[in-house]
């Protein structure tokens, strides 16, 4: 775990600032929104996926977690928002040893941007430990609303290289975000089991099915943007 980068909204202008219907309708910087499929939305969160020949571009826009702090958990561990992105590419609704991946924003203190791991067996649960991503990127940013609200923004930029896309037209993918204050879980799938879930926790056949669109086309300034993680 790790605490939140936060990167507030830049501008000259006070009406430079986005509305939070601008936010719904063309996403944040520079996702392609209109392009995009939204795979799930509730009242706290939007998850949006879309792709380009050579990456896979998901936004999460969580609209009450506008507060970036971190802190030490009841362990003493330091904790802040942070993020997984649970990635299944066997077959069927059980987990797949080494095949399966986990991609994570902020996974722990000091490792900022967006890192990955191979689940190593199902039982008992293991996973590598998470390595920073050399080619794709991402990261947790906040942005200022014209209402004055903050909002907190999720982007992982994953190369479609690492998930064999030539193998596959589809993927299946589940969102888990953390918020250390407040103190808060969500996710894509609409779990709402246990109270302290893990994202081990939700079932794959609740994750959603993702299809590359194999004619989308993103401009390379578009991908630079959404791979920063400050």
């Known amino acids: 775990m790790m605490a939140a980068v936060l990167v507030p909204y830049v501008a000259s202008r006070a009406n430079d600032l986005p509305s939070i219907l601008d936010l719904q309708t063309n996403g944040a910087f520079g996702f392609p929104q209109k392009e995009a499929k939204v795979i799930f939305e509730d009242k706290q969160l939007r998850v949006s996926v879309t792709n380009s020949p050579k990456y ?30 649970m990635v299944h590419l066997g077959s069927g609704n059980l987990p797949s040893s080494m095949v399966d991946r986990v991609y994570f924003l902020n996974p ?10 191979t689940i190593v067996s199902t039982n008992p649960r293991k996973i590598t430990f998470p390595e920073k991503v050399s080619k794709g990127g991402g990261g947790i940013r906040y942005i200022e609303t014209t209402q004055k609200a ?8 994953i190369q479609l290289k690492d998930l064999k896309k030539g193998e596959m037209d589809s993927v299946n993918l589940c969102y888990v975000g953390d918020s250390f204050k407040p103190e808060f879980r969500f996710n894509s799938a609409g779990y709402t089991g246990i109270s302290q879930y893990l994202q081990d926790d939700i079932p794959i056949g609740q994750y959603q099915e993702v299809a590359f669109d194999k004619n989308a086309n993103i401009e390379a300034n ?9």
């Not at 571009?57 to 802190?71: L, R």
């Open 56 to 85: 896979l571009f998901i936004q999460v826009i969580v609209w009450n977690d506008g507060d970036s702090s971190s802190g030490q958990a009841r362990d003493g561990t330091e904790v802040g928002d942070f993020s997984a992105l």
């Open 108 to 117: 722990r203190p000091g490792y900022p941007g967006l890192h990955v791991s």
């Open 150 to 157: 903050r909002v907190r923004v999720d982007t992982y930029v």
């Open 222 to 230: 578009t991908v630079k943007d959404l791979m920063k993680y400050r």
